[in-house]
């Protein structure tokens, strides 16, 4: 196995005082994925924000190849993508300006040409220029979903990228997924459901 690209030594994180979940640690390689796994309020959106940098450890170090996330900062952030329940989408905008406009915020070169076949490859060709209030909420996941499609990003940090997707949507999510794999991109996400990947998958519980 290649060596890790993301590493967690003894990481533990708090809310409203209390420790969420005992230290864990783990390897992340290229090309490998971890499924992270817990019971509701088990704490796992929180280690997905404090493994991006949006939450602060209770104790423990983050590493990006072989570095502490804080002390590598801007290249740690530019080879990030961290996919929450907020979506990180304005309602405003359309699915096109949004896509437009999170590529540009990440320091990415995204023709109008790009982003419109990634909508298309999500069923949402004849959308793109919907403002994003006006769609379902399964067709912002989707929009969500493009941002994956044209990501440079070698590190993906996905909190339960599944919901309110339709099983064709499903689908191409799952081939998105691969695909990053396959080109020796990293993954951690949660789900409450299996994901078949084609490689082999760590799984991570955090336990109380």
């Not at 209390?18 to 796994?37: C, K, T, V, Y």
Request: hydrophobic share 45%.
């Amino acid at each position: 196995m290649s060596a890790a690209v993301l590493q967690a030594k003894a990481v533990s994180c708090e809310r409203g005082g209390r420790q969420l979940f005992q230290a864990i640690s783990f390897d992340l390689p290229a090309g490998s994925a971890i499924h992270l796994e817990g019971d509701n309020g088990a704490g796992k959106t929180t280690l997905l924000r404090a493994l991006s940098g949006l939450t602060p450890l209770l104790q423990g170090e983050v590493l990006w190849r072989g570095q502490s996330t804080s002390e590598a900062g801007h290249a740690f952030h530019a080879d990030l993508l961290y996919l929450g329940h907020a979506l990180g989408l304005k309602d405003e905008l359309t699915a096109l300006e949004n896509l437009l406009l999170s590529a540009a915020v990440s320091g990415q070169h995204l023709s109008r040409e790009q982003a419109l076949q990634a909508l298309g490859t999500q069923g949402l060709g004849s959308r793109a220029h919907w403002p994003l209030r006006v769609l379902s909420q399964g067709q912002k996941r989707r929009v969500a979903l493009a941002r994956l499609q044209v990501a440079s990003a070698r590190l993906w940090l996905l909190d339960e990228p599944f919901v309110a997707l339709d099983t064709d949507a499903v689908q191409v999510l799952h081939g998105l997924l691969r695909s990053h794999l396959d080109q020796g991109g990293a993954l951690l996400f949660t789900s409450h459901q299996a994901a078949s990947l084609g490689v082999s998958m760590q799984h991570l519980r955090l336990q109380p």
